[in-house]
């Protein structure tokens, strides 16, 4: 699991005018980075998954200033360095910063001017825990791997799913019971999102003080939820259209008429490799009866995405806009991990959705079985 490693109305114009001149003042963020002398500076933020760029300039002399930062609310921000070499993350307030980081040290940070920036940091310490954990599993996972040993992997798939949930827990529990925390807003749409039942999810939403609502984090998580629930089971599945690897365009509800599986994946992916060979067995058991895949390829380059079929042998629909995780489908279908599956009937309508293949096959089998 990744670390884990967002309107008010005014009732009197002159408030209204006040307000608004607060909220649009700029900030100062000052940084010396001890080790680095010169070079470029970019000054980023994150909106529905993307880095976007908010200033940039030349650090001399170890010292750069960032003079005119909107800040409205507090709000996650990433500060880039040499290319990518050296990144420093943290939670800005409406206020003027101070940065004090060492280029050979990325754990000697301070953060000067905001509160919230202390509170993450402070649940990153409790998170720790359970991330130490994980790296420990992961570690004899590894060597279990190296010497064949299934029945150990086993054991530690079990204690690694058994540390997740363990974690899920503490920051469910952290969200709700700090429910006026722009950390608990920024957390739940970067770590709990993608985890929890949608019925979880707006639960937790729901509780979050009015505070917190002006922020993107919130807005993010709403259009978010409210996304999730175009794409449930009994829905129509959103209808798009995608070129195949000679640029024909093959729209989704073209296949109607036939049970299909919507897949999304992508040849850079590992896992996404690995099910390519269960896809195939799936459809080679059920392409007679009715049934068509139709997988969407997150792909950055056509001649990869090309070889990757040619050596896995796909031989049913595969697509791709050739944007990477810019693809609009993504959203569209609300997929942040892969890959992800949606099995849809014959009129299009949604009947499974998740990323475990084997569940999904067996509601497949079950269908075209008329079990």
Request: hydrophobic letters at 35%; charged letters at 25%.
């Amino acid at each position: 699991m990744k670390k884990i490693l967002i309107l008010l109305i005014p009732v009197l114009l002159c408030f209204s005018c006040k307000n608004s001149e607060k909220k649009d003042k700029d900030f100062l963020i000052k940084a010396y980075i001890t080790g680095y002398f010169d070079g470029n500076v970019g000054l980023y933020k994150v909106r529905k998954g993307k880095l976007i760029i908010v200033d940039s300039l030349h650090m001399k002399k170890s010292k750069f200033k960032f003079k005119h930062v909107k800040i409205k609310t507090p709000e996650m921000f990433w500060i880039i360095i040499d290319k990518g070499n050296f990144v420093i993350q943290f939670f800005a307030d409406p206020h003027n910063m101070q940065i004090n980081a060492d280029y050979n040290n990325k754990s000697k940070l301070e953060v000067q001017g905001s509160k919230t920036n202390d509170a993450y940091v402070s649940f990153l310490e409790n998170n720790s825990v359970f991330e130490n954990k994980q790296l420990k599993i992961n570690e004899q996972k590894d060597l279990a791997f190296a010497n064949k040993d299934t029945v150990l992997l086993k054991s530690l798939d079990s204690a690694l799913n058994n540390v997740t949930e363990n974690q899920i827990n503490f920051i469910k529990k952290y969200a709700y019971e700090n429910n006026k925390s722009f950390v608990s807003l920024y957390i739940t749409l970067s770590n709990l999102s993608d985890y929890l039942k949608l019925t979880e999810l707006e639960k937790i939403v729901d509780n979050f003080s009015d505070t917190l609502k002006q922020s993107p984090y919130y807005i993010e998580l709403k259009d978010l939820i409210q996304a999730k629930k175009n794409v449930l089971p009994k829905m129509q599945a959103p209808d798009f259209s995608l070129p195949d690897t000679s640029e024909t365009a093959v729209s989704l509800s073209s296949l109607q008429g036939k049970f299909i599986l919507l897949d999304f994946s992508a040849s850079w992916n590992g896992n996404c490799r690995v099910q390519n060979k269960t896809l195939k067995k799936i459809y080679k058991k059920y392409h007679s009866s009715e049934f068509e895949i139709y997988q969407v390829s997150i792909e950055n380059n056509m001649q990869q995405w090309k070889n990757v079929i040619r050596a896995d042998k796909i031989n049913w629909i595969t697509v791709s806009d050739i944007k990477g995780l810019d693809s609009e489908v993504l959203q569209l279908y609300t997929v942040r991990k892969l890959p992800q599956y949606f099995l849809l009937n014959k009129n299009g309508i949604i009947i499974e959705t998740g990323n475990n293949l084997k569940e999904i096959e067996k509601k497949l089998g079950g269908i075209l079985s008329g079990s």
